[in-house]
């Protein structure tokens, strides 16, 4: 028998979980490798649409981990209870401290304290709203942990314990926080060196200078009466660019005047 290492040996890393290994994902997690570890009562959601395309790519070759953990694992009672009704009266339910807490714990094994290192984010509708910026610092740590609200929501003493970074994408209420946290885990984990495979094609995108992105055509030429911009096919990239960065700074300042004000007063 040859004492040779495979090619994977001192890349893998290795790391516990309540889930049986039979119900577990084959996918290889490289060492170092950003992770993301989701909170939910819904692990069967995930990875959902973050397995398809490039993200799903990099989850298979290990570029990134992702690791749901279901909370009725943590839940009291017979039937595994995670949540109980309000303090004070009123409708609905909301997810119980001591079940979260357990689970929380659970997830920080082996992971840092430093949020910076290592965020940790409740996905709620009174959260700071999500952003660019926000993808671009959470990629840049080495992995985080996403609680995904139910019901009326998390008692708020859990929030404060843990210092949990509250995160909205947008103004609407879901019915949880699983959509929420694949679309935060797609913005991230496409800025993760080696995703996207060009680092080149996120530098010009919506959002990545300050302004939405200029319109984009390809071929053919003419399509149904219209035309390709005869500017785009001169050959002249001077022209090319700034043609691109009017049209980037028309559309922002037409329909989204928060972003051109913010826009304008970064420019001075």
Known sequence: MSDTPSRSHGRLSQSASLAPRELMSDTPRLKGAWAAKVLTL????FPGVLGASLTGKALQQGLWALEPIGLRTFGTG???QVDDTPAGGGAGL???PDVMGRALDM???GTPDD????????LSPRGKPFDQRDAERFAKAEGMTLVCGRFEGLDQRVIDHYALEEIS???YVLTGGELAAQVLLDATVRLIPGVLGNAASTEDESFQNGLLEHPQYTKPAEWRGHAIPPVLLSGDHGAVEKWRREQAEALTK??????WD???RDKG
């Open 42 to 45: 819904f692990p069967e959601t």
């Open 78 to 80: 017979k039937h595994r």
């Open 94 to 96: 909301v997810m119980k």
């Open 107 to 109: 997830a920080a094994i």
């Open 115 to 122: 949020p910076a290192r290592w965020p940790r984010v409740y």
């Open 169 to 171: 994408i947008g103004d």
């Open 254 to 259: 037409e329909r989204r005047p928060d972003l």
């Open 262 to 264: 913010s826009y304008m």
